[in-house]
């Protein structure tokens, strides 16, 4: 399935009968086939159904977005912004693996209690869905199970909500163990007041295709077969957090064990997309998966590097964020991001080529908030820097960096900015507390070597007996070089 495919539908969009509908979305951001390929073969393998396939409510984890019309309702703001928000509806989609055939917008004060668009417009809606051939209708927003299942019984098809979607695409790309457990734990969250919708839905689809319901299917399961796949879930809920508690306390372990190193973290975080894997690259030659897709980076991956004057520090890429990122999966995913709280740099990136990019940097604080809120320490310093640089326009780069005066601006593709961003960040890491002066023998050598990779060597020279050094270094390395400080060093200071 590719993007021409979708091009071509567009193109016939004249003869949809659209043109009540007030806006048509009809500019097609492009994702590469192999990279869809690739998703479509990850998520099937699922592996994670496994305890739930006697569940048949449950099974959103199998979805089968393919041929999708997209829908919103534009509230607010300008027709720029309700159009920028389906075209990340339409990435969104095609990262889940589907191709978006057509893409509309209602204008409304609200979203209709019942069915999302206007009831009128349902019908235009349905019109659209024949015309196209859609099998799924996705809707940009969270609707309540009710506005759900009355726009799947009048379109008589699936009907699917962004936070479905956003669900759909962590289930697909999560790989530790760790996140699948979380990704369905927050799948799990979101059915659990939506099981009689997804049971109406499905035993009616049970019976054929859709167009099939009516009498005895028409209410959904029974009460009993309700309460019984109530409860099963609840279980599953309460196995599932338990199991995931037990995996934090074992991430608690090593990341203690890491913090006990005293080698510095920095944490990239942004909006997803905006090139926090290509800048981990661009800084430590990491080779991270990077790709034109949202959300391309679900597990965290870390990276040694080292600052201009020898200090090692790592460097953490993160989870991508995203408008109305679902609440359940603020939770879930604290995890990955609670590593980015407990670092001691955050690494703002922001796609400087965005049409609007302070709204990523208001979403993104939006969710640290959130995450910063319910820590007791208070979030580490935030260094923002301003990506693609190479693809942004001047005059929106002129105001972006207007309003972010400390942002840095690079390209993680032409390398511009990236070293002088490298130097930024040394200068921003914890230095070493303990000053010492040391005469290390020559047969010591490695303590040579940790105090220039751990600490910071200030000054340094070789003497007959062995390596003078003026050097800060972290207490566990103080301690190591206790036997070799010099009489000098006694009148050393902790450096401030
Ligand atoms: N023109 C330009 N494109 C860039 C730059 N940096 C990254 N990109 C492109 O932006 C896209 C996303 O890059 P990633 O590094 O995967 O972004 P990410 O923030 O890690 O995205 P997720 O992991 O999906 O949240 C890719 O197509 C990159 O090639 C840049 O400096 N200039
Ligand atoms: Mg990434």
Redesign the pocket.
């Known amino acids: 399935m590719s993007n021409r495919n979708r091009g071509d539908v567009l193109t016939s969009q004249a003869d949809l009968p659209a043109d009540t509908l007030d806006e048509v979305f009809d500019d097609a951001p492009s994702t590469g086939e192999l990279e869809l390929e690739d998703r479509a073969s990850l998520r099937r393998v699922a592996g994670l159904s496994t305890e739930l396939s006697d569940i048949t409510e449950v099974e959103n984890r199998q979805l089968r977005l393919e041929r999708v019309v997209l829908v919103g309702v534009w509230t607010e703001g300008t027709a720029a912004q309700s159009e920028a928000s389906l075209e990340e509806l339409a990435r969104l989609a095609e990262t889940a693996g589907s191709t978006v055939l057509e893409g509309l917008v209602q204008r409304r004060n609200r979203p209709d209690p019942a069915t999302y668009v206007g009831s009128g417009k349902v019908r235009e809606l349905a019109d659209v869905v024949v015309a196209t051939g859609a099998d799924t209708v996705i809707c940009d927003g969270e609707l309540s199970p009710g506005q759900l299942r009355q726009l799947e019984d009048k379109l008589n098809i699936k009907v699917v909500d962004r936070t479905a979607l956003i669900l759909d695409i962590f289930a697909q790309h999560a790989r530790s163990k760790e996140g699948k457990a979380q990704v369905e734990l927050a799948q799990l969250q979101y059915l659990i007041p939506r099981l009689r919708g997804w049971g109406d839905t499905l035993s009616r689809q049970a019976g054929g295709r859709a167009g099939s319901n009516g009498g005895v299917g028409l209410r959904g399961p029974g009460e009993t077969k309700l309460e019984i796949d109530r409860r099963r879930i609840s279980k599953r809920v309460a196995k599932l957090r338990r199991e995931i508690s037990a995996m934090d306390t074992i991430r608690e372990t090593k990341r203690g064990r890491r913090m006990a190193n005293d080698v510095p973290s920095v944490a ?1 975080v ?13 800084v430590t030659d990491a080779g ?11 597990d965290p991956t870390t990276r040694r590097s080292v600052t201009p004057d020898g200090r090692a520090y790592t460097l953490t ?1 993160t ?3 995203v408008r109305h990122l679902p609440h359940q999966l603020v939770d879930a995913f604290r995890s990955t991001l609670d590593e980015a709280a407990d670092a001691d740099l955050l690494l703002h ?1 922001v ?1 400087g ?1 965005d049409p609007a990019p302070e709204e990523q940097v208001q979403a993104v604080r939006t969710v640290l908030a959130e995450i910063g809120s319910k820590r007791s320490e208070s979030l580490p310093p935030e260094l923002i820097v301003i ?5 942004a326009d001047a005059v929106s780069l002129a105001r972006l960096r207007h309003l972010l005066p400390d942002a840095h601006v ?5 390398q ?1 900015g990236v070293e002088k961003l490298v130097a930024a960040i040394a200068d921003r890491l914890p230095r070493p507390e303990t000053l010492v002066d040391v005469l290390v023998p020559y047969a010591r050598g490695e303590l040579v070597a940790r105090t220039h990779s751990e600490g910071e060597v200030l000054t340094e020279d070789h003497t007959a007996d062995g390596t003078r050094m003026c050097a800060r270094v972290h207490a566990d390395l103080a301690g190591a070089l206790e036997p070799y400080r010099t009489a000098a060093d006694s009148a050393a200071e902790p450096a401030s």
Do not use: C, H, P, Q
Not at 270 to 282: E, Q
Not at 288 to 298: G, H, I, K, N, Y
Not at 387 to 391: E, G, I, L, R, Y
């Open positions: 990239i942004g909006y997803t997309n905006a090139g926090k894997s290509s800048l981990l690259n661009a991270v998966l990077v790709e034109d897709a949202l959300f391309a980076t679900l890429d989870v991508g964020f990136v796609d080529s990506n693609k640089a190479d693809a690079v390209s993680a593709r032409t511009e």
